[in-house]
């Protein structure tokens, strides 16, 4: 699978570094506060996985799989919730953590969503921002790295379902989906 990716665009000393520092800001902003993580299935298990364990307070972690109907409404904004969150969201901190931000439409889907259950507060935290791809204002107020607008692999992150085990972020070579 590594001969498949044509560049390293985060390694995995960067990301947990970076793991480790938005953790600790986190830790500090919500000091005292028990915080509800909501993971978006697929793509952000393995960053929650790294997040939560630098995250130095109460937390509980639940998770939400969303998907977009069919392929072209990738950018509609129109998905499908395929799980629901087990907890219960009303008068809870909520942050959702997502693997990466590309058009936005889909966090703005589960930010409207979740919303409407009457959270206390309610924040995002996501590894990637892909450079001038946001349709939609997103309010993520912990981004991990931008992103520039490759293909990107790894990390959670799929192609076909494969390669979310690399232990970093890659450009996929245009030779394997072309
Ligand atoms: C990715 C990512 C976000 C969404 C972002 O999920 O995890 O949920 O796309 O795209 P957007 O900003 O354009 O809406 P994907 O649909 O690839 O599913 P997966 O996490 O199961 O791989």
Redesign the pocket.
């Known amino acids: 699978m590594h001969k498949d990716i044509s560049q390293v665009l985060f390694s995995q000393e960067e990301i947990e570094a970076c793991a480790k520092r938005m953790g600790e800001q986190i830790s500090a902003d919500y000091a005292g506060k028990k915080l509800l993580l909501v993971t ?5 298990f393995i960053f929650m996985a790294d997040l939560a364990r630098f995250i130095d307070g109460d937390v509980e972690i639940d998770f939400m799989a969303v998907s ?1 109907y069919g392929a072209e409404a ?2 509609s904004g129109v998905v499908r919730i395929i799980k629901d969150l087990e907890a219960s969201v009303e008068g809870r901190h909520v942050l959702i953590v ?10 703005k889907y589960l930010l409207r969503n979740i919303r409407s259950r009457r959270p206390l507060s309610i924040e995002v935290a996501a590894l990637l921002l892909k450079e001038g791809k946001q349709q939609t204002d997103v309010n993520c107020k912990y981004v991990g790295f931008i992103c520039p607008d490759e293909f990107v692999v790894g990390y959670g992150l ?1 192609y076909a379902e494969m390669y979310r085990n690399l232990p970093y972020i890659g450009v996929l070579s245009p030779d394997v989906y072309s």
Do not use: N, P, R, Y
Not at 40 to 44: D, I, M, S, W
């Open positions: 978006v299935l697929k793509g952000a977009s990738k950018s997502e693997d990466i931000l590309d058009s936005g439409l889909t966090l799929d």
